[in-house]
């Protein structure tokens, strides 16, 4: 692969899930740019900060000490000073914080560099929410993952049961729409679908076809 495949699109699309398989098809690593989102929230909630509390995170942000790790099997792992917190990124809690801490411009050029140096050593598949417009703009591979937030909504219930887990349908379509609305509406950097990017609605499309779709749209 001479380019990097870009995936943008809102929480709970299945953009990871489909960008996970693509890579093994193509043979190139994955890198979940949320986790690292994540990883930040995790950091500042150890260390006592309130994401909302800018310039804490900022005055914060020269002591987070963040590394992405792939095990043999090419699983992504996040460390924050040393620590795998891999387990620790996918609450609702953590959700919600990484989408306020990524407001953040300090915190988006910092680990916007991290990316880029990941990229910038081979082709990678990379998902995220500025990743066609903002980190790898260059590659002519680019593609908006999205389906309708009730699917989402529903995808995440089925999810949480399968662990055993509660899970209030309601509750989870206003956290998704509220995210959402946090993703696209920020000032810096926010969600957007652009002109020269390929569309894939999975609502109402298994994953394998939403594979496929990526895949031939990389071969066009
Ligand atoms: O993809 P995710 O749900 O794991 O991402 C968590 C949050 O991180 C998401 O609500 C917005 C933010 N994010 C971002 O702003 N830019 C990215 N490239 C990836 C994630």
């Known amino acids: 692969m001479k380019y990097s495949i870009a995936i943008d699109g809102p929480a709970g699309a299945g953009k990871s899930t489909v960008a996970k398989l693509a890579a093994k098809r193509l ?15 995790v950091a500042c909630k150890r260390h006592g900060i309130d ?4 310039e804490a995170v900022r005055a914060f942000l020269p002591q987070l000490k963040l590394e992405v790790r792939y095990l043999d099997s090419g699983e992504q792992r996040m460390l924050a000073d040393g620590e795998d917190i891999t387990h620790l990124l996918r609450t609702e809690d953590i959700s919600q914080g990484a989408s306020l801490v990524s407001m953040i411009p300090e915190v988006r050029d ?14 990678v598949i990379m998902d995220g929410r500025d990743i066609c417009t903002n980190v790898l703009s260059d590659t002519p591979h680019k593609f908006f993952i999205t389906a309708s937030a009730e699917e989402r909504a529903n995808r995440r219930v089925k999810q949480l049961v399968e662990q055993g887990q509660p899970a209030d349908y ?51």
């Open 27 to 41: 043979g190139i690593p994955y890198l979940d740019t949320g986790a690292m989102y994540r990883a930040t929230a």
């Open 51 to 54: 994401v909302t509390d800018w």
């Open 110 to 123: 910092a680990l916007v560099e991290l990316q880029r140096d990941v990229a910038h050593r081979q082709a």
């Open 170 to 220: 309601e509750t989870i379509l206003a956290d998704i729409i509220r995210r959402d609305r946090q993703d696209s509406e920020r000032a810096y950097m926010p969600l957007v679908c652009k002109e020269d990017t390929v569309k894939i609605d999975t609502t109402n499309l298994t994953i394998d076809e939403a594979v496929e779709a990526l895949l031939q749209g990389v071969c066009e």
